[in-house]
């Protein structure tokens, strides 16, 4: 279980890495290791960069 648990916070970290388009030293988990809810820092960007990745990745406008 522990085994599954780290390859699924990496895949985590993997995805986030890719949408926001930065390093993988950027992106870390800073809560929720062991647990669903997770909480992600990144770092070397701006909110507003992370919010508008976020919104290209799931296809949405400012409208929505």
């Known amino acids: 279980?522990?085994?599954?648990?780290l390859h699924q916070n990496f895949e985590i970290l993997t995805q986030f890495n890719k949408v926001l388009a930065v390093r993988k030293s950027q992106v870390s988990?800073?809560?929720?290791?062991?647990s669903r809810t997770k909480i992600v820092v990144v770092q070397g960007v701006t909110g507003d960069h992370v919010h508008d990745q976020l919104k290209?990745?799931?296809?949405?406008?400012?409208?929505?």
Do not use: S
Request: negative net charge.
């Open 1 to 5: 279980a522990q085994v599954e648990r």
């Open 29 to 34: 988990l800073a809560v929720g290791a062991k």
């Open 56 to 64: 290209k990745e799931i296809g949405t406008t400012e409208d929505d």
